[in-house]
């Protein structure tokens, strides 16, 4: 098992434009989950699903964030309109049901909006 | 809601011990979680703690008393490589981990 990927790694946008990035969980995780973090900071939850459901969605920063995970394995995080704000570094994260508190980190991407 | 308090930053020899705390505060507590976190890196799982007292791994332990919502961890014999940030993390049944802010641990020689 390779663990949890993400992509791209860097993303340089201008504000305004829509960004999309990707995780593939750990191949046996059925819980995935988004973070944002920013400098400083710890990782601030922002959604999870389990399997394909979408079970929390409202710690989303605003209507402008979207994540689906359609058939249950990779996930995205799509920002539409983006905002200078917005600038972090997004982390993606999986877990078993059983074990919640045990969660495989990706190794982020950050994103930066000029 | 939630929230968690941590020292933001914490400096230690090398071969010594350090203890950072965590005090929380949330309703529907699960546990305790704690991660390691090196710069540009993503954060690792350290240890969890769901009952009350101590959890050894290695050289790090954990503890938790829920009665009074802090746990800590203790990191024994500091390497260089100990240098890191520390999240504790609350597990409810709210929303899956809420983390600190982190401390940052220099271990100097």
């Known amino acids: 098992d390779t663990g949890v990927s993400q992509d791209p790694r860097h993303k340089i946008t201008k504000r305004g434009q829509n960004v999309t990035f990707r995780c593939d969980p750990i191949s046996e995780h059925n819980r995935l989950y988004w973070y944002r973090q920013t400098l400083g900071q710890g990782p601030e939850f922002l959604t999870y699903?389990?399997?394909?459901?979408?079970?929390?969605k409202s710690r989303l920063l605003s209507d402008r964030f979207s994540a689906e995970r359609p058939k249950g394995s990779f996930s995205t995080l799509e920002i539409q309109r983006t905002e200078q704000g917005d600038s972090a570094m997004y982390l993606c994260?999986?877990?078993?049901?059983?074990?919640?508190?045990?969660?495989?980190f990706g190794p982020g991407t950050r994103l930066l909006v000029l | 809601g939630q929230s968690l308090e941590q020292p933001s930053e914490v400096t230690a020899v090398e071969g010594a011990i350090v203890q950072i705390n965590c005090t929380y505060q949330t309703s529907g507590f699960y546990g305790l979680s704690w991660y390691q976190q090196h710069d540009g890196g993503a954060p690792t799982f350290l240890s969890y703690?769901?009952?009350?007292g101590l959890e050894e791994t290695g050289r790090f332990s954990s503890f938790l008393s829920r009665s009074d919502s802090y746990g800590y961890l203790l990191l024994q014999e500091l390497q260089m490589k100990d240098s890191a940030s520390y999240f504790c993390a609350v597990l409810s049944g709210n929303t899956p981990l809420v983390f600190g802010k982190g401390t940052r641990l220099s271990v100097i020689a």
């Open positions: 994260a999986s877990s078993t049901n059983r074990a919640q508190e045990t969660q495989y």
């Open positions: 699903f389990q399997n394909e459901a979408q079970l929390e």
């Open positions: 703690n769901a009952l009350d």
